[in-house]
T-cell receptor
Framework: ETGVTQTPRHLVMGMTNKKSLKCEQH?????MYWYKQSAKKPLELMFV???????ENNSVPSRFSPECPNSSHLFLHLHTLQPEDSALYLC??????????????FGPGTRLTVL | AQSVAQPEDQVNVAEGNPLTVKCTYS??????LFWYVQYPNRGLQFLLK??????LVKGSYGFEAEFNKSQTSFHLKKPSALVSDSALYFC????????????FGSGTKLNVKP
C-alpha cells in the first residue's frame, strides 16, 4: 500500500444527495491532490492543496467542494451531481507542492456512481 | 493547449518479448516526465521519472524510458515482458512554469500473454 487511504471505496448517490469523499495520508506529506479518472480519458487534476492552502483549482464545477483541514486529510464534498460525474476519484499526496521533481503517491480511489 | 498523448489504447505482447508503450507531449519548456502504472482496483503507482541528464531512465520492475527532446516523446520500455506487467500505464508531464499542474495521458492497457 502507498500510505494513502480513501473512503468509501464505492459510493452510489442520487443527483439530489450530498455526500463526502475522504482521503488520509500517513506519509507526512505537505501537498494533496484530487483527480477524476474517467474511462479512456486523461486523468483530470481537480484541486491541489499545499500546506492546507488551495493552490490550484482547474475550472471544476462548484458542485464539487474540497476541504483540507490539515496536511493529512483531504475531503471532497459533493452535492447535486450529474450522471456524467460518475467516475473514479483519486486522491494523491506528495512531499511538497512546490517541488516539481516530487513523486505523487495515490490512494486506491472512490468509485462514484451518480444515478 | 498543453496535452499528453498515448496513441495506443492497448498494447499486446507475448511474455518474454520486449515491450514499448508510447507517449508524446505538447507542453511548454522542458517539463518533468513521469510514468505510472495502475493495477485493477488500485491507485496509480510511480514507475520512473525524467528530470535531467541521461536520456535513458531506469525505474521499478525492470522498466526504463527514453526521453527524446526533438520528438517530445518519453516512451516506456522493458526488454522482456512478464504476464504480471499486464496493467494500465499512464504517462504524465509536469511543466516547469507551474509545478501545480500535472498533465496525464489517457492510459495504455498492456496485455502480456503467456
Amino acid at each position: 500500500e502507498t500510505g494513502v487511504t480513501q473512503t468509501p471505496r464505492h459510493l452510489v448517490m442520487g443527483m439530489t444527495n450530498k455526500k463526502s469523499l475522504k482521503c488520509e495520508q500517513h506519509l507526512g506529506h505537505n501537498a494533496m491532490y484530487w483527480y477524476k479518472q474517467s474511462a479512456k480519458k486523461p486523468l483530470e487534476l481537480m484541486f491541489v492543496y499545499s500546506l492546507e492552502e488551495r493552490v490550484e483549482n482547474n475550472s471544476v464545477p462548484s458542485r464539487f467542494s474540497p476541504e483540507c483541514p490539515n496536511s493529512s486529510h483531504l475531503f471532497l464534498h459533493l452535492h447535486t451531481l450529474q450522471p456524467e460525474d460518475s467516475a473514479l476519484y483519486l486522491c494523491a499526496s506528495s512531499p511538497t507542492g512546490g517541488k516539481g521533481t516530487d513523486t505523487q503517491y495515490f490512494g486506491p480511489g472512490t468509485r462514484l456512481t451518480v444515478l | 493547449a498543453q496535452s499528453v498523448a498515448q496513441p495506443e489504447d492497448q498494447v499486446n505482447v507475448a511474455e518474454g518479448n520486449p515491450l514499448t508503450v508510447k507517449c508524446t507531449y505538447s507542453v511548454s519548456g522542458n517539463p518533468y516526465l513521469f510514468w505510472y502504472v495502475q493495477y485493477p482496483n488500485r491507485g496509480l503507482q510511480f514507475l520512473l521519472k525524467y528530470i535531467t541528464g541521461d536520456n535513458l531512465v531506469k525505474g521499478s520492475y525492470g522498466f526504463e524510458a527514453e526521453f527524446n527532446k526533438s520528438q517530445t516523446s518519453f516512451h516506456l520500455k522493458k526488454p522482456s515482458a512478464l504476464v504480471s506487467d499486464s496493467a494500465l500505464y499512464f504517462c504524465a508531464v509536469r511543466p516547469l512554469y507551474n509545478f501545480n499542474k500535472f498533465y496525464f495521458g489517457s492510459g495504455t492497457k498492456l496485455n502480456v500473454k503467456p
